[in-house]
């Protein structure tokens, strides 16, 4: 059975910083595809960053060289370094990984994000 963690969300102030982390366990994590997405509440999901099982790494505009994403097969975890972050980058972040080819996403339950004064 896979499942998907995510932690590292809170609150934190404008221009600081946070790193989430994403834990997946039941599945061969080298080979899957993972990222990281956000959705505000009445809106839609929408990507923030991808990292590719060969470590090619894929960005919204709206990140604008503020976040980074990694990953460390060894500990079956992506994570996502966030810098100088603004009140709109507050969401629930959420984790995606997905097999290769036609293969099932898998989704974790998500983690608050909130970024405010």
């Known amino acids: 059975q896979v499942q998907v963690v995510e932690s590292g969300g809170g609150l934190v102030q404008p221009g600081g910083s946070l790193k989430l982390s994403c834990t997946a366990s039941g599945i061969r994590f080298s080979i899957v595809g993972t990222g990281w997405y956000r959705q505000v509440s009445g809106k839609q999901r929408e990507l923030v960053a991808t990292?590719?099982?060969?470590?090619?790494?894929n960005y919204a505009d709206f990140v604008n060289g503020r976040f980074a994403i990694s990953r460390d097969n060894a500990k079956n975890t992506v994570y996502l370094q966030m810098n100088n972050l603004k009140p709109d980058d507050t969401a629930v972040y959420y984790c995606?990984?997905?097999?290769?080819?036609?293969?099932?996403?898998?989704w974790g339950q998500g983690t608050q994000v909130t970024v405010s004064s």
């Open positions: 995606k990984i997905s097999l290769p080819g036609i293969g099932p996403n898998y």
């Open positions: 990292v590719s099982s060969r470590n090619s790494t």
